[in-house]
T-cell receptor
Framework: AQTVTQSQPEMSVQEAETVTLSCTYDTSENNYYLFWYKQPPSRQMILVIR??????QNATENRFSVNFQKAAKSFSLKISDSQLGDTAMYFCAFKGGSQGNLIFGKGTKLSVKP | EAGVTQFPSHSVIEKGQTVTLRCDPISGHDNLYWYRRVMGKEIKFLLH????????ESGMPNNRFLAERTGGTYSTLKVQPAELEDSGVYFC??????????????FGPGTRLTVL
């Protein structure tokens, strides 16, 4: 069975600095997809960034980028120039190539301090 | 365009009672998912509808949970009778028709269920 592990329950970062959230996963599949979702306090969960396993190039969305290490089954999220609005729970999620549902990690609570 | 909506936002019931949660997906989205997060644990998949059909219900914990999606529009999730361990936040998500591996799932705000 696939599993997703986020080893950092909580993190904090100063505004304008860079922070990296870690995520590891376990799967025997070769074709799959990885996602980072963000849930701000009292708000809906939204997609931050996604990565297809067969693509070697790391995905980037503005200040958000990933470091995808397929052999190590690692999918970390880097947030550059952190902003107060980045304060949220961040969930790493996996989707197998033949399944529709997401498998989530426990989440990392990120606090950006002024 | 309206996002995924869920009703109610909070529900507090006593053990043994019945509760029905509702999810309205984004208009036109064929795929509808239910997930649950018990406090301190991972968000867990419950089931997946494609239109009105149950595509995958492997995550449903037991037969006290009944999900329906009549007409392929909104969905309801009924818990009857509720137990203490059913407490948590129930999320609904939807995604467009067809299946593309990296299809974004759009999440609703969740329903926080507390069973006393």
């Amino acid at each position: 069975a696939q599993t997703v592990t986020q080893s950092q329950p909580e993190m904090s970062v100063q505004e304008a600095e860079t922070v990296t959230l870690s995520c590891t996963y376990d799967t025997s599949e070769n074709n799959y997809y990885l996602f980072w979702y963000k849930q701000p306090p009292s708000r809906q969960m939204i997609l931050v960034i996604r990565q297809e396993a067969y693509k070697q190039q790391n995905a980037t969305e503005n200040r958000f980028s990933v470091n995808f290490q397929k052999a190590a089954k690692s999918f970390s999220l880097k947030i550059s120039d952190s902003q107060l609005g980045d304060t949220a729970m961040y969930f790493c999620a996996f989707k197998g190539g033949s399944q529709g549902n997401l498998i989530f990690g426990k989440g990392t609570k990120l606090s950006v301090k002024p | 365009e309206a996002g995924v909506t869920q009703f109610p936002s909070h529900s507090v019931i006593e053990k043994g009672q019945t509760v029905t949660l509702r999810c309205d997906p984004i208009s036109g989205h064929d795929n509808l998912y239910w997930y649950r997060r018990v406090m301190g644990k991972e968000i867990k998949f419950l089931l997946h509808f494609v239109k009105e059909s149950k595509q995958d219900e492997s995550g449903m914990p037991n037969n006290r949970f009944l999900a329906e999606r009549t007409g392929g529009t909104y969905s309801t999730l009924k818990v009857q009778p509720a137990e203490l361990e059913d407490s948590g936040v129930y999320f609904c998500a939807s995604s467009p028709q067809g299946w593309t591996g990296d299809n974004e799932q759009f999440f609703g705000p969740g329903t926080r269920l507390t069973v006393l």
